[in-house]
């Protein structure tokens, strides 16, 4: 059964702190994520439960299984207390820039490798679900991560980084965005990207690059037009300006495999600029609802 929580609203820091004071307060309002839609066994499926052993967790009154409070969650076996993992959620999620793990690290006094894992996994929390996808105008192109841009024409990426973007055009403005790292600008690597994010329906505008031209069989109203040194896209490339200089400006170094991490925690706030408010719950749900992730085969 339902349960009716008390969902966490806003971006104050002061009315944050009042809410998640202490250990206990911050265990209750993720043990009533956790178990909003009620509770069920993961050993036999028994609905009904007792306290368990230690508080906030619950005890299968059939099998006397004992499920701790963060067990199943990305907030498991983590080497901090749970009051800092969501003082960092809080941070990473409001704050327009987020915070880097260097950053992490001097405010809480923890160690910087421990900010960038715990960083990391919530970056996995913030991957789009690709449950709503950008419809109506949508504008595409390619840029380079990771140095000049000197042989954008030949779309020949050398040793940077190709990411391809998609922004969604909206009668005041932009709407969504969403960017994925590709190997190559050939119409095999976009395909995946434009059929996890652009709808079928949309009205795809790109540059007049080849590699878009196989698409149009899918993408009917897919159309290409002259980029002009990127004249004809100002609003993709302000975006793609904007995510440059964040990147620059906070992180000073990101390494290809934690790129998409970044594009990812990027485009998480920006999808969410209009409905900040409820920013800090919308990661707390991901974060309890994903599995766990160890981070043993990660590189930084």
Request: hydrophobic share 35%; charged share 30%; net charge positive.
């Amino acid at each position: 059964m339902r349960s009716k929580r008390d969902k966490f609203v806003g971006v104050n820091s002061i009315k944050f702190n009042r809410r998640f004071k202490d250990e206990a307060s911050c265990y209750e309002y993720l043990t009533s994520v956790k178990w909003e839609l009620g509770y069920k066994c993961k050993r036999c499926g028994c609905e009904k439960y007792c306290k368990g052993k230690k508080p906030f967790s619950r005890r299968c009154i059939r099998y006397s299984y004992d499920e701790s409070r963060t067990a199943g969650t990305m907030f498991d076996k983590y080497k901090f207390s749970l009051l800092i993992a969501l003082h960092i959620a809080f941070k990473i999620s409001t704050k327009k820039k987020g915070m880097s793990s260097l950053e992490l690290s001097k405010e809480f006094e923890l160690k910087q490798m421990t900010c960038w894992g715990f960083k990391w996994k919530i970056q996995q929390a913030m991957r789009s679900s690709k449950h709503y996808k950008l419809t109506g105008e949508v504008h595409v192109d390619e840029f380079f991560i990771g140095g000049p841009e000197d042989q954008k024409r030949e779309r020949s990426k050398g040793e940077k980084k190709l990411v391809i973007l998609a922004l969604e055009k909206v009668k005041d403005g932009v709407g969504r965005a969403y960017a994925q790292i590709i190997a190559d600008a050939s119409a095999d690597s976009f395909k995946p990207f434009f059929n996890n994010y652009i709808d079928k329906s949309a009205y795809v505008i790109t540059d007049e690059w080849t590699g878009y031209l196989p698409l149009k069989r899918e993408y009917p109203n897919l159309k290409q037009i002259p980029s002009i040194e990127g004249k004809n896209f100002p609003d993709l490339h302000i975006h793609i300006m904007n995510l440059k200089g964040w990147l620059r400006g906070i992180h000073h170094h990101c390494s290809e495999e934690r790129l998409q991490g970044y594009l990812d925690e990027y485009h998480f706030r920006f999808n969410r600029r209009n409905a900040m408010d409820s920013i800090l719950d919308t990661l707390i749900k991901r974060m309890v609802a994903y599995e766990p992730i160890r981070l043993d085969n990660y590189a930084t």
